[in-house]
């Protein structure tokens, strides 16, 4: 029997669960391949939607050179593997190969350049690459890509923002980024990944199905349209460094999860991407990047209890297959 936990739905105002609301539950011995392959996914999705936010303080800078990004993903990685079985056939098999290396392209970066820089650095690379303005050449928004009209581009950010509102959720008031933003659509993957291993444990077959064709339906119609196509441009404006080693890894995550859903989305080619008519929708405002403290979908953790999850504390070593 393995083991998860789970967070009653009593949320404080900050979103966090007390911890003395968090209770273990058990696993059948079938359900919980199931179980654990979601929250490898969702672990895996948090931290590449991590890598894409800008640095306001020191925490991401801090959880990369300490090694736990990389041991995360490792752990991740391994239970995701441990449990495909037959998922995706050989491409998820190839895919999850390939991001292993990525993940030993990150330690090496750390330990050869990234262990000895300050916040200062990070924020400094960070603008290199995405520009204190959208930078037009890796933009990180999906409504660039195949909207030529700015009709084109309220359809799609509408559309996106049903996909959250569906499930309750909405940009955190202290967000300084839009629905569109790469890394708020990662996360928002991350949630519906979660949320599937504890529809699963609770929820019943309808709801898990709900869930399951969610997640299929946001990779096909949206992330998986336009982000094999950033995820190329991001590495030549890149070049070197730790953008470029996150591209690599997007491209490839992006890639495993497309077989591993089995789904068939229309990719955006460089013809798609049209960049010269661009809505900015009134009372947004854009800055260097996605803001540590508002990156969060507000209601993100709340129904299925993420922080205990990713909570060190929470008795990892009991979790089969969590990160």
Same mark, same amino acid.
Request: glycine share 10%; aromatic share 10%; net charge negative.
């Given at each position: 029997m393995a083991t998860v936990v789970k967070e009653k739905k009593n949320i404080s105002g900050n979103g966090k669960v007390a911890a003395d609301e968090q209770k273990v539950v058990k696993i059948s011995a079938k359900a919980a391949p199931a179980v654990d392959r979601a929250l490898c996914r969702s672990k895996l999705y948090l931290l590449v939607s991590w890598g894409y936010l800008y640095p306001e303080d020191e925490e991401f800078l801090d959880y990369l050179q300490s090694g /736990?990004?990389?041991?995360?993903?490792?752990? *991740?990685? /391994?239970?995701?593997?441990?449990?495909?079985?037959?998922?995706?056939?050989?491409?998820?098999?190839?895919?999850?190969?390939?991001?292993?290396?990525?993940? /030993? &392209?990150?330690?090496?970066w750390v330990s050869s350049e990234g262990e000895n820089w300050n916040i200062q650095d990070l924020r400094d690379e960070h603008r290199r690459v995405f520009?204190?303005?959208? *930078?037009?050449?890796?933009?990180p928004y999906e409504t660039l890509?195949?909207?030529?009209?700015?009709?084109?581009?309220?359809?799609?950010?509408?559309?996106?923002a049903g996909f959250y509102s569906a499930f309750g959720l909405q940009l955190s008031p202290d967000i300084h980024e839009r629905l569109d933003h790469l890394s708020v659509e990662l996360e928002f993957?991350?949630?519906?990944?979660?949320?599937? &291993?504890?529809?699963?444990?609770?929820?019943?077959? /309808?709801?898990?199905?709900?869930?399951?064709?969610?997640e299929k339906k946001f990779v096909k119609e949206h992330i998986g349209r336009w982000v094999p196509l950033f995820s190329g441009m991001l590495k030549r404006k890149a070049d070197y460094g730790f953008y470029k080693i996150l591209a690599d890894f997007t491209s490839d995550w992006m890639a495993f999860d497309i077989a591993y859903l089995g789904v068939t989305p229309q990719p955006y080619s460089e013809t798609d991407y049209r960049p010269a008519i661009y809505m900015n929708p009134e009372g947004q405002t854009f800055e260097c990047g996605a803001q540590d403290k508002g990156n969060e979908l507000s209601m993100l953790m709340n129904e299925v209890g993420a922080d205990a999850f990713l909570d060190k504390e929470s008795g990892s070593s009991d979790q089969s297959g969590n990160a």
């Open positions: /736990e990004f990389v041991a995360d993903g490792r752990a *991740a990685l /391994e239970g995701l593997r441990k449990e495909l079985r037959n998922f995706g056939g050989q491409e998820t098999a190839d895919r999850l190969q390939a991001v292993e290396g990525h993940f /030993e &392209s990150i330690e090496e520009s204190n303005v959208i *930078a037009l050449d890796c933009p890509f195949g909207n030529d009209h700015v009709f084109g581009q309220s359809y799609v950010m509408g559309d996106i993957m991350h949630y519906l990944s979660y949320k599937e &291993s504890y529809a699963i444990l609770h929820d019943g077959g /309808e709801k898990l199905k709900t869930v399951f064709e969610a």
